[in-house]
């Protein structure tokens, strides 16, 4: 079976060189990551938001990470980041946000397609999911049951308008060493603030697609000069692709740089 990052690393190789036109529309999505060194895993997660045209924004770069590179359940450095960026927008009702990792991730499409699948979601913030629960497995009798699809919050990539994700993330007052994910994962289990922000998450992958758990779900698809992730278990194209778990992207040589 093909490892998260071989597989992030050949989708990076047979991306286009141009991903398409950029539109007016377009600029209603802003992309924020947390990134403090330009590794060779943010080079290329970079490199695919330039090829398909996304308005990217860096926060942290330069900064000192608090935490173990290698340590999963940290993360609240990213929740002060993006808290303190969002102010700047919280009064955009049209802006849409997505919010993602960087050192383990790559884009597969644009921005339009992002938007169209955001939208058909009919939520005001949707978080990617997961077939696996972390990092508190005790928390796994409070998820909402789900007909089909992953049931599990991933805080790796999440999209929404910029006043609600306002909303989500307002009562953080967390240390930078604190886990995202389980701050992440609270909010969606508080039923009240679930409905009040209206979160959803991404269950069949239309967006996001993390890899972690996920690898005999997926297969490349060729088509059309391009190539997708297809997930097989949903019939879905994702457009944000998470090599997340043990094997990280960023481990592994660009040998296109």
Not at 69 to 86: F, M, N, P, T
Not at 99 to 110: I, K, P, Q
Request: aromatic share 10%; glycine share 8%.
């Amino acid at each position: 079976m093909m490892s998260p990052s071989r597989l992030l690393l050949l989708l990076l190789f047979l991306t286009p060189l141009e991903g398409g036109s950029h539109t007016a529309e377009d600029d209603n999505l802003l992309v924020f990551t947390v990134a403090t060194k330009e590794t060779e895993g943010f080079k290329r997660f970079r490199h695919s938001a330039q090829v398909f045209n996304y308005n990217l924004k860096v926060l942290g770069l330069g900064e000192e990470w608090h935490g173990r590179e290698d340590q999963r359940i940290v993360g609240g450095q990213k929740i002060r980041h993006l808290k303190s960026a969002l102010e700047a927008y919280a009064d955009k009702e049209d802006l849409v946000i997505l919010f993602t990792e960087s050192y383990d991730v790559v884009f597969a499409s644009g921005p339009a397609e992002v938007l169209k699948k955001f939208k058909q979601a009919k939520s005001k913030v949707v978080f990617s999911s997961e077939a696996l629960i972390y990092p508190d497995r005790r928390l796994e009798a409070k998820y909402p049951a789900v007909q089909e699809g992953q049931r599990f919050l991933g805080s790796g990539g999440f999209i929404g308008y910029a006043p609600y994700l306002s909303q989500l993330v307002a009562d953080w007052q967390g240390l930078d060493g604190e886990s995202d994910q389980l701050f992440y994962t609270n909010v969606f289990l508080d039923a009240e603030k679930r409905k009040a922000i209206n979160i959803t998450l991404d269950h069949r992958c239309r967006i996001f697609q993390n890899l972690n758990g996920a690898l005999d779900q997926v297969a490349l698809k060729f088509e059309n000069s391009q190539v997708r992730v297809r997930n097989l278990a949903f019939d879905t194209l994702p457009v944000v692709i998470h090599g997340n778990g043990p094997t990280k992207v960023g481990q592994i040589p660009a040998p296109w740089n």
